[in-house]
Structure formats: C-alpha cells, structure tokens
C-alpha cells in the first residue's frame, strides 16, 4: 500500500514525463492543477485543459477570484512545474456555463467602443491634422465633418489647419481654440503639407 506522498510523488513523475515527451498521454494531463515556472521568470498556477502536440502549446486555465483566465503557454518554456493535484475535467459539459446575456452585452458594449473609436479618425486627412485632432480632443469635444474639424459642435478648424482656419462659435471658445492650434504649431508639429 503506498502513501498519499508516495502517490503524489507517482503522479509528478508520470506527469513529468509526459510534459517532457511532448504531452503523449494528454488524458491523464488534462485537469492536473500545477504550479509553473516559466524560462522568463512567470510563476503561476494553472488547470491543464488541453495540449497541441503540433504547437507544442499547453492551454491552462486560471483562477483569479471570478474570473477565469486562459494562457496559452509554449510547453519549451517550462522551466520546471510541480503538480499540485488531479482533478476532474475543466471541459465537462455537464459543469460548464456560459452567461449569453453578459457575453452579448461585453459584445455589444466593445462594438459601442469600436464606432467611438473609430469616429476619432479622420478619412482623407493628412497625419498633421490627425495630430491636431488628438491634441484638441484631449481637452474638448472634437469630431469630424469630413475633413473639418469641428470642436464644441461650433467651431470649426479647416485645412490647412491653421490660427487662420479657425472660424465659428463664440470669441472666446473660438481663442481657445487658436490657442490650441499655436500650441501645437510651435511644439514642432506642422499642419501644412
């Protein structure tokens, strides 16, 4: 009768053999928990849920409150590992959940973002007036119209992007926005081709 240490000695050294040739036997690796030090200095500890004996590439899952994270891990970059236990199949059917309804809200919320971000880029304008652009919107409402760029929906910075190309809004939104052009201009950034 052997001990629980002699036992779990058994199974590290199957378990690291099995790493070691390549993961050939990946049904007994799949759900082993194990602390891993990888050759650039990451310590961690992961469930094994599959491995690509054509990438070489170990897929672990970890735990971190919630939250799960999945690495993808290069099994060359193991420096060493110790197996902290067997457990049963991270991938069982039975035991999975998805939440479709935050899924599609995370969906909708980063394509949300993607339209935002994407209104941020100016089409058929050089990189100066992109730059001018960038350097408006930190501190203002910017968007474009066209090629013109329009900030507090009332002023409005035509090409070629000048003090002189400002026009519209009131006096004192329409200063400030020249003052934001000088600043740009005389920080090195040319706005004219």
């Not at 650039?40 to 970890?62: A, H, K, M």
């Not at 935002?116 to 058929?124: K, L, N």
């Not at 900030?151 to 190309?165: A, G, I, K, T």
Request: net charge neutral; hydrophobic share 40%.
């Amino acid at each position: 009768m052997h001990s629980k240490k002699e036992e779990k000695e058994n199974l590290k050294k199957v378990a690291a053999s099995k790493l070691n040739q390549g993961m050939e036997g990946e049904e007994l690796a799949v759900g082993c928990f194990l602390s891993i030090k990888t050759t650039l200095g990451d310590e961690f500890e992961g469930q094994i849920i599959t491995f690509d004996r054509l990438s070489n590439i170990l897929v672990l899952q970890e735990k971190s409150g919630p939250r799960r994270n999945i690495r993808l891990l290069k099994a060359n970059y193991i420096k060493e590992f110790s197996l902290l236990r067997q457990d049963e199949d991270p991938l069982d059917v039975k035991k999975c959940f998805l939440d479709l309804i935050s899924l599609q809200a995370r969906e909708d919320s980063a394509l949300r973002q993607a339209e935002a971000d994407s209104e941020r880029f100016g089409v058929g304008v050089t990189s100066e007036a992109q730059n001018l652009f960038d350097a408006l919107c930190k501190t203002l409402p910017v968007r474009w119209d066209k090629t013109v760029i329009v900030v507090m929906n009332e002023v409005r910075v035509s090409s070629p992007y000048l003090p002189d190309s400002v026009s519209g809004g009131t006096p004192a939104a329409n200063e400030r926005v020249k003052k934001v052009v000088r600043h740009s201009k005389a920080s090195g950034i040319s706005f004219f081709w």
